[in-house]
């Protein structure tokens, strides 16, 4: 990549990033406004979904554990089981706007409760999770630097932002 070429890719990510017309931007604010527990969960776990797929620079809807679950592990450093619960109670909120999701490949009911007393993240006890919404938005605002971070110092991640951005915004 030319240094032009580097400059220009780093005005986009930087405008998806910041500016308030982005779609991202406009997630994040309707994310800071939104006052219902089980939809701001929602919509920060669409957000996360939203940096892994621009992040891992991978466009194919049915990789889309891999992404969310890798970006997890790798920015918060969250042992592969926490990372699938997150993700499990993404697909909860995602396609049932509720706080149950059956896994079909392996079997699995996960039943989750939004706690905002919780001390931590995520608690599973039996066939409960607890999930603590304030600890989850830590979380994303901090995989959003994490995002920043990497990106802006790694060309080859900037490239596969640019990969899905263009692919999105032809």
Do not use: W
Not at 147 to 164: N, P, S, W, Y
């Amino acid at each position: 990549m030319t240094e032009k070429q580097k400059e220009q890719a780093l005005s986009l990510f930087h405008h998806f990033i910041t500016a308030s017309n982005s779609e991202f931007i406009q997630l994040d604010n309707v994310i800071k406004s939104e006052k219902n527990t089980t939809v701001k969960c929602l919509l920060i776990c669409n957000a996360i979904d939203m940096l892994s797929q621009y992040y891992s620079g991978d466009i194919k809807n049915n990789r889309t554990s891999k992404r969310f679950i890798e970006l997890l592990k790798q920015c918060d450093n969250i042992n592969p089981y926490y990372a699938e619960l997150l993700f499990q109670f993404r697909n909860a909120l995602c396609h049932h706007f509720g706080t149950f999701t059956y896994h079909h490949l392996a079997d699995k009911k996960y039943h989750f409760k939004i706690d905002s007393n919780s001390a931590t993240l995520l608690d599973a006890r039996n066939n409960l999770i607890v999930i603590s919404d304030i600890l989850l938005e830590k979380l994303y605002l901090k995989l959003i630097e994490f995002v920043k971070q990497k990106v802006t110092a790694d060309d080859k991640l900037l490239m596969r932002f640019i990969k899905v951005y263009k692919f999105i915004h032809p």
